[in-house]
């Protein structure tokens, strides 16, 4: 069972930026996806960005294409999220999960494993 762990989150001003990290307790390249989803309050948990197991493929919400960066260094058994140019509506609990899959998703319900989340808060 693979434990993943975020870190990196926390209060930064509209326009700033942060780099997220999920550390995994095993390899997971050449067999899991990795996902990265978020949560605002009163809100349901929504896909952010995914990367492949295998050759670097990557999707994301419409909402941050273009300001978020999801990569993998599999040396180190940890994937980061690059998040840009931020705005107060990116506040949310972000969390970072892992599925056994050669196919790139972004439905939450496909995921097995899940971290605690990072709190990151943006502020205008």
């Known amino acids: 069972q693979v434990q993943l762990v975020e870190s990196g989150g926390g209060l930064v001003q509209a326009g700033g930026s942060l780099r997220l990290s999920c550390a995994a307790s095993e390899r997971t390249d050449r067999r899991y996806v990795m996902g990265w989803f978020r949560q605002a309050p009163g809100k349901e948990r929504d896909f952010v960005a995914a990367i492949s197991c295998c050759d670097g493929s990557t999707k994301y919400a419409d909402s941050v294409k273009g300001r978020f960066t999801v990569s993998r260094d599999n040396a180190k058994n940890t994937v980061y999220l690059q998040m840009n140019s931020l705005k107060p509506e990116d506040t949310a609990v972000y969390y970072c999960?892992?599925?056994?899959?050669?196919?790139?998703?972004?439905?939450?319900?496909?995921?097995?494993?899940w971290g605690q989340g990072t709190q990151v808060t943006v502020s205008s």
């Open positions: 999960a892992a599925k056994p899959s050669f196919v790139l998703v972004t439905t939450k319900s496909t995921y097995n494993y």
